[in-house]
T-cell receptor, first 113, second 110 residues
Framework: EAQVTQNPRYLITVTGKKLTVTCSQN?????MSWYRQDPGLGLRQIYY???????DKGDVPEGYKVSRKEKRNFPLILESPSPNQTSLYFC????????????FGQGTRLTVV | GEDVEQSLFLSVREGDSSVINCTYT??????LYWYKQEPGAGLQLLTY?????DMKQDQRLTVLLNKKDKHLSLRIADTQTGDSAIYFC??????????FGAGTTVTVRA
């Protein structure tokens, strides 16, 4: 089954404690992205990757890092989380090309206290 | 990024039609999407429309695209309680980015 898997689904952490949210896709997609969803703002792109070792900033990259060492994995790293990073995070992947669908993970609800 | 706007709330009676509206700014967008998010769940692609189409129908869903006004709408016929969710309009900017609206929360009342 084609899917994007994120872990964990829920996470409560304290300010400043480094964390990683993992994302894995089984569709051999080149393109992967991270979005955050906040009420009234929709989804905003944090970082994206066009292939292994190729990553770039999206619209709201401050406070986040990513890596793409393997095609299937695209972890999101918060080196020093702050309360304003409390949000719902989604990983997405797509194969590129006209009309192709972006597949989304189930989301990770992060609370930073 | 591009601006995609939609109203935040819609309340509809069970059995009536729901119409969710969206405006976008990028006239070069080739594909426009509607996603559904049920409580506690991820994003589910409902339907999409190519920019050279005016309308697309898929069972209870009808998508209308007015490219001149950059207006997109989603009509859900015979709305059911299971249709209660947040609906996101999105435009495809490129292979790796969708621009989303803020989401319309649809509440279906008995």
């Amino acid at each position: 089954e084609a899917q994007v898997t994120q872990n964990p689904r829920y996470l409560i952490t304290v300010t400043g404690k480094k964390l990683t949210v993992t994302c894995s896709q089984n569709m051999n997609h080149e393109y992967m992205s991270w979005y955050r969803q906040d009420p009234g703002l929709g989804l905003r792109q944090i970082y994206y990757s066009m292939n292994v070792e190729v990553t770039d900033k999206g619209d709201v990259p401050e406070g986040y890092k990513v890596s793409r060492k393997e095609k299937r994995n695209f972890p999101l790293i918060l080196e020093s989380p702050s309360p304003n990073q409390t949000s719902l995070y989604f990983c997405a992947s797509s194969g590129g090309g006209e009309g192709t669908e972006a597949f989304f993970g189930q989301g990770t609800r992060l609370t930073v206290v | 990024g591009e601006d995609v706007e939609q109203s935040l709330f819609l309340s509809v009676r069970e059995g009536d039609s729901s119409v969710i509206n969206c405006t976008y700014t990028d006239s070069s967008s080739t594909y426009l999407y509607w996603y559904k998010q049920e409580p506690g769940a991820g994003l589910q692609l409902l339907t999409y429309i190519f920019s050279n189409m005016d309308m697309k129908q898929d069972q209870r869903l009808t998508v209308l695209l007015n490219k001149k006004d950059k207006h997109l709408s989603l009509r859900i016929a015979d709305t059911q309680t299971g249709d209660s969710a947040i609906y996101f309009c999105a435009e495809r900017e490129n292979d790796y980015k969708l621009s989303f609206g803020a989401g319309t929360t649809v509440t279906v009342r008995a």
